[in-house]
């Protein structure tokens, strides 16, 4: 950890400026919090009216302090909280964190107050949390420069869970959740409008944590993901699985960010993208974020999703079957001899198959789950265990159940889970270790979740690492014709239908009999990158008068416009079984960005498509592609032969590769339609947009070098 990451997880001093004696009010909590945890070192209240604050002595100032603190916490707002990271900026102090909102996210007047801030901390080396932080929590060394309500309503323990977010609030709802879970969270930061610390920088601290076992995110921007993967990077080497809120998926998701901590808002399936890339699993909310923590945290990795349901309810058995296809998990066919097993331990009226529905013989008989638990835990087609209490209480035994849950997983090997609603019935099973759930659906979540991302992490163990940032685009950028597109793309090795320029009628008929088929006659002019709309596309050309009308006709159509012509492009009218497509741009935030996925006129209104990072290589993009609604149509329906998804795979892998090594050069690429055929994928149509000063010059003549690929 760095020296400014320690002042601020672990300090040796702490001042708060603006201190309270009232533990209720924000400049008394953390003075409450350090003394009640036990924080080792040395506090300095700062309050000019007050000679001793909770049995401490305090402070008029800054200055006054005998010596600089290593972390300082800024209570005061405004123009006082300014003047008090320069004190800190003068002073020396390592870091400070500061509390007061009314900056980036209230307006330009807030955000030149904070810039302000941060040019003068910078200027001396001081780091900021915040402003507008509910400010940081390590429960490992009783470093607690929060004010956190949550901190009183439900009482910290030390525990393998960090916490980073940039909204106080979900930190704390997160930390409740998980303490009311009985687990322990040791780290709890806020960022706020992170005008310097980031949740990355942070998240990259607690991941060399080694008593960590789980990093749980809360983002609403992402401004350094190199610093993110390089978190990811060290958790994955450690084992530690990371979750991620990244908020904003909406328009007016993102304008509320922007109002809540003055954020600006990713572009959101580049996000999806950059966090499967790095093995973070992305869920929806807080209460996700939380759900799947005790399942993680057992340190199970099932490589397989089939399921069994134990209840002792009918309907329960019914239900959580029903839930469970929908999450996509499938119930595993318990064998004869599984079947013949139970038999002997169930009455002769309950069912054997999988859902196993112990029936109310478990009031009377409160060893069943105990027998049944083991026997279908060693069937080879059980990956994990769902065991629905949907009634239990007076009568039951429940702790006896519960130790023979907490034996199963303590032995089994193989992750279980309860779902239970009666407080006093969840209570225990909590209480002996085991993952316990309010609802069944809660719980199948929470396994979709543990066996989905554990997926995610073998896919990208083989994929090559690669600089994560990204040169903002700031050089103008020119859109390419038709024909230097095709040109640059067939240079890059990607396969273009067989076409030439032609910037004579003649040219055009020539080109036309060398191909020796039905051609297409598009004119080509950068200025006019989209031509069906104005008559510029003439389909299915099949002798001189057509292809000298068409010619003429385009030509003459450009001048109308006045814009510049290159000529005519004269291609092989090619068909595929399938068409796709295939584009790239280049992300300020990501870098090269990769989509796939179903095309021709309507790729915008169905948008089946899938977003990666690039590079990437075939058998991750075929992954994504085999997710997408079209996916069992490549693979052959009603006769239909399958479709080489490896040679559209290959396409897609050789266009983000050009994007990814041009760095910034490439703006976009957009090839709609790929023509995916039994054999092979190759692309119709292509327009590129490139930076000025990355412009290799456009493609003149006759003689375009046709694609090898033959139809």
Known sequence: MSDTLSALLAPRSVAIVGASDNIHKIGGRPIHYMKAMGYAGTIYPVNPQRETLQGLRAY???DALPQAPELAVIVVGGDAAV????????????????????FGEAGENGRRQQDDMVRIARGAGLRIVGPNSQGLANFGNGA???????????????????????????????????????????????????????????????AHDPDIRLLLLYLETLTDPAVLAEAAAVARARGVPVVAVKSGRSQAGARAAASHTGAMANEDRAVDAFLARHGIWRVDDAHALARCAPLYLRGWQPEGRRLVVVSNSGASCVMATDSADALGIGMAPLAPPTQSALAGKLPGFAATANPVDVTAALLTNSGLFGDVLPI????????????????????????????????????????????????????????????????????????HQLTAHQQLLRDIAGETAMPTSAPAATVPARTLSEAASLARLAKAGVPVVEHYLCQTAEEAVAAWQRIGAPVAVKASSPA??????????????????????????QTQTLDTLHAPCEGVIVARMTRGQRECMVGAHWDPTFGAVLLIGDGGKYVETLRDTAVLLAPASPATIERAVRRL???????????????????????????????YAAQGGIRSVDLNPVMLGVSGAVVVDGLMEVAETDFLGECHGVGLRPSPTTW
Not at 83 to 102: E, P, Y
Not at 381 to 393: E, M, N, S
């Open 83 to 102: 003047q008090a990271v320069a004190d800190c900026a003068r002073l020396g102090v390592g870091a400070a964190i500061v509390i007061a909102s009314g």
């Open 629 to 659: 609604r079209i996916a069992p149509i490549l693979d052959g329906v009603r006769g239909d032969p399958p479709l080489d998804i490896a040679a559209l795979c290959t396409l897609a892998t050789q266009v983000g590769q050009l994007v």
């Open 376 to 447: 279908v835990g060693a069937d080879p087609a059980a990956d994990f265990v769902l065991l629905d209490i949907p009634v239990a209480g007076m009568g039951y035994d429940v702790p006896r159940f519960a130790r023979d849950a907490a034996q199963f997983a303590d032995t089994a090997g193989k992750p279980i889970a309860v779902a239970a609603w009666q407080e006093s019935v969840a209570g225990v099973f909590r209480a002996a270790g085991v993952p316990t759930f309010f609802h069944a659906a809660d719980a199948l979540a929470a396994f």
């Open 144 to 206: 607690i420069a929060s004010f956190s309500t949550m901190f009183i309503e439900i009482p910290p323990k030390d525990g393998p869970v960090a916490v980073v977010s940039q909204s106080g609030g979900t930190a704390a709802l997160v930390y409740g959740l998980l303490r009311h879970q009985g687990i322990g969270v040791r780290h709890v930061h806020a960022t706020g409008n992170q005008a310097d610390v980031t949740v990355s920088e942070l998240a990259l601290a607690v």
């Open 528 to 553: 006019v990158p989209h031509k069906s709309e104005h008559g510029l596309v003439a389909l299915n050309c099949n002798s001189r008068d057509a292809i000298v009308a068409a010619f003429t006709q």
């Open 60 to 62: 008029p100032s800054l």
